[in-house]
């Protein structure tokens, strides 16, 4: 498995922006894919978007497609989650994850996860 470390959550106003990263112990095979995932309190986890390491598809929850940004640095072994106009109903724990098989919107592909940072957007 791979070690993940979540950094960058705050707290922020509505339309603020904040940038996530997810910073891994290892480097991983070009089929690896990272993914963002957050809970609300009372919500089940929920996908947010996710990066291939080797060739870079994005993939984006309709909920954030437009406001969100996923991207990968291979060299710092580190993913991030660029998010603008943030709403308070964004608030959530955000979770980085790793996936073996490619990238998928369902957690339970994931076989590695980060601690989780939280980000909180007050109105």
């Known amino acids: 498995q791979v070690q993940l470390v979540e950094s960058g959550g705050g707290l922020v106003q509505a339309g603020d922006s904040l940038r996530l990263s997810c910073a891994a112990s290892r480097r991983t095979s070009g089929n690896y894919a990272m993914g963002w995932f957050r809970q609300a309190p009372g919500k089940e986890r929920e996908f947010v978007a996710a990066?291939?390491?080797?060739?870079?598809?994005?993939h984006y929850a309709d909920s954030v497609k437009g406001r969100f940004t996923i991207s990968r640095d291979n060299a710092k072994i580190t993913v991030y989650l660029q998010m603008n106009s943030l709403k308070p109903e964004d608030t959530a724990v955000y979770y980085c994850a790793s996936a073996a098989y490619g990238v998928s919107r369902y957690s339970t592909n994931y076989d590695s996860w980060g601690q989780g940072t939280q980000v909180t957007v007050s109105s």
């Open positions: 990066i291939t390491w080797s060739g870079g598809s994005t």
